[in-house]
């Protein structure tokens, strides 16, 4: 509704901004200054209110496009790609948009008419973008317009990114917003994904493995430890009962290491279900084979203590 109201308002004010040269028609040749000083000022009212009717007008379709993909629902991928898609777009065209607007102004005036010509010599709009792409903001400009097109990564993709884990929440094109899982927000340029390594665990599905690593001592049995993980997988909702392994992965001195894993249909199920794994097999262990818990070993020989004389 807002948008709504934001763009009658504007088709209003350029309504008006359209009557200008009636209401200034007192204007004569005698006072040639203030007229064309009047002149100047709308048109560029203008310019500005006809951009901002186009802005209005992409942001409304954008608005009304989206509100057929929902992304609440648990297999979102497609609707995922198509809001990151269509969110960068948008960013593109305002930016385009006011890039033009600027330009137009600058031709009004006269006495900095060359730069809005120069503007658009030539190469055009973008071979300006292209020109400037050397700068750090075009730069990331312009890797936000690869990042919609390849989309290494889409709205609410969980990744890891600088040792963080978290949700992509917001992407811009000159920076991306990552939710963190504590809710704190991670915000880096654009160019950032593009230059550096970063994991994406929901690239083409949500479902994921999770691990859980026990360290114990050699006594225990562990076909007792996969039998209780059978049991308690059993009646958990959080598996999906896809994956569920147990295996001897490292051995030390003093303990063997075992890697359970088990999936899960995302990333923060895959969480909790790790959590509450380790938790009720410690605790299996602790009450079924507490001699079994990881211990260092000393043996003491008794030697007869040699005489003094």
Same mark, same amino acid.
């Given at each position: ?12 004010? /350029?309504?008006? #901004? ?15 200054? #203030? ?9 560029? /009212? ?27 629902? %648990? ?6 790609? #198509?809001?990151? @898609?269509?969110?960068?777009? %948008? ?14 102004? &600058? ?27 050397? @700068?750090?903001?075009?730069? *990331?400009?312009?890797?936000?317009? @690869?990042?919609?097109?390849?989309? =290494? ?32 927000? &991670? ?35 562990? %076909? *007792?430890?996969?039998?209780? #993980?059978?049991?308690? &997988? ?23 290491? &075992? ?10 199920? *895959? ?22 818990? =990881? ?15």
């Amino acid at each position: 509704m807002r948008k709504f109201t934001r763009l009658i308002l504007s088709i209003v004010l /350029l309504t008006f #901004l359209a009557l200008y040269t009636q209401i200034f028609s007192f204007l004569n040749e005698s006072n040639f200054w #203030l007229s064309s000083i009047v002149i100047s000022v709308k048109y560029i /009212l203008i310019l500005a209110c006809s951009s901002w009717i186009l802005i209005e007008i992409v942001r409304i379709l954008k608005h009304r496009l989206l509100k057929r993909f929902d992304i609440s629902y %648990e297999d979102n991928l497609k609707s995922r790609k #198509l809001h990151t @898609q269509i969110n960068l777009l %948008e960013k593109v065209i305002v930016f385009v948009i006011i890039l033009i607007t600027i330009g137009l102004i &600058l031709i009004s005036i006269e006495s900095i008419k060359e730069i809005g010509i120069g503007i658009f010599a030539s190469a055009g709009v973008v071979g300006i973008i292209l020109g400037l792409s050397a @700068q750090k903001i075009v730069g *990331a400009v312009l890797a936000g317009i @690869q990042i919609a097109i390849t989309q =290494p990564f889409r709205i609410d993709d969980a990744v890891v990114v600088e040792n963080e884990w978290g949700w992509i929440e917001e992407i811009n094109l000159t920076y991306i917003v990552v939710r963190i899982w504590d809710k704190r927000r &991670l915000v880096l340029p654009t160019s950032y994904f593009l230059e550096k390594p970063f994991q994406n665990w929901t690239r083409t599905t949500a479902d994921i493995l999770g691990t859980v690593f026990i360290y114990t001592d050699y006594t225990i049995s562990v %076909e *007792a430890l996969r039998e209780e #993980l059978a049991r308690l &997988l059993k009646d958990c909702e959080l598996w999906d009962k896809k994956v569920n392994v147990i295996q001897v992965t490292d051995s030390k001195e003093n303990y063997m290491e &075992l890697r359970i894993l088990v999936s899960a249909k995302n990333s923060p199920t *895959a969480w909790d279900l790790r959590v509450f794994i380790r938790e009720k097999m410690i605790e299996f262990i602790q009450k079924n084979y507490p001699e079994s818990l =990881p211990k260092t070993r000393v043996n003491i020989e008794n030697k007869e203590c040699p005489k003094i004389q």
